[in-house]
Antibody, heavy 118, light 110 residues
Framework: EVQLVESGGGLVKPGESRRLSCAASGFTFSNAWLTWVRQAPGKGLEWVGRIKSKADGGTADYAAPVRGRFAFSRDDSQKTLYLQMNSLTVEDTGIYFC?????????WGQGTLVTVSS | QSVLTQPPSASGTPGQRITISCSGGSSNIGSHNVYWYQQFPGAAPKLIIYRNDQRPSGVPDRFSGSKSGTSASLAISGLRSEDEADYYCLAWDDTLGGRVFGGGTKLTVL
């Protein structure tokens, strides 16, 4: 069974940093392209970015609002995806989901809530 | 303000056919595939259409997608109360250098 479990959310102050994790199981993690999507309270979905598999170059693409502040990384041996968030602002508040596609089906974690507030 | 424009709301009665539009431009829908997601309150989104008009396994054939030029549409036929949810389109945008969601459409089944 494919599972994605995000963790690391919580309350952070503006300007601070936070690292989120997404632990995966049930599929060949090293082959997967992984995506982060966020959703501010009561708002729509926002694509944050994605990281390719190492076989496909391992590069990442970021949405404009987070480019230069956020960084994705992956530990294929631990089957874990990371999202390092720096210089956080109140606009970064929301639920952060990790998602991937496996054999034509998409899978999402339950999300982890990040609240940026002073 | 997303580069993909969706109506904020749509409604229909049970059994009816409704469509939700997603309007973009040459840098996104005009040159890339469109994906559609369904989201219920408090839940993660679920992919219901990929590559413009393909349905993942398990998605009822009441759901269909289409694309023409710089616009895409999601159609739901035989509307049911359980279809009441938020629907989002998604496409890559060359100008932004990433994927972008539409603003979302809240579907109400009257």
């Amino acid at each position: 069974e494919v599972q994605l479990v995000e963790s690391g959310g919580g309350l952070v102050k503006p300007g601070e940093s936070r690292r989120l994790s997404c632990a995966a199981s049930g599929f060949t993690f090293s082959n997967a392209w992984l995506t982060w999507v966020r959703q501010a309270p009561g708002k729509g979905l926002e694509w944050v970015g994605r990281i390719k598999s190492k076989a496909d170059g391992g590069t990442a693409d970021y949405a404009a609002p987070v480019r230069g502040r956020f960084a994705f990384s992956r530990d294929d041996s631990q089957k874990t995806l990371y999202l390092q968030m720096n210089s956080l602002t109140v606009e970064d508040t929301g639920i952060y989901f990790c998602t991937t596609a496996v054999s034509g089906a998409d899978y999402w974690g339950q999300g982890t809530l990040v609240t940026v507030s002073s | 303000q997303s580069v993909l424009t969706q109506p904020p709301s749509a409604s229909g009665t049970p059994g009816q056919r409704i469509t939700i539009s997603c309007s973009g431009g040459s840098s996104n829908i005009g040159s890339h595939n469109v994906y559609w997601y369904q989201q219920f309150p408090g839940a993660a989104p679920k992919l219901i259409i990929y590559r413009n008009d393909q349905r993942p396994s398990g998605v009822p054939d009441r759901f269909s997608g289409s694309k023409s030029g710089t616009s895409a549409s999601l159609a739901i036929s035989g509307l049911r109360s359980e279809d009441e949810a938020d629907y989002y389109c998604l496409a890559w945008d060359d100008t932004l250098g990433g994927r972008v969601f539409g603003g979302g459409t809240k579907l109400t089944v009257l």
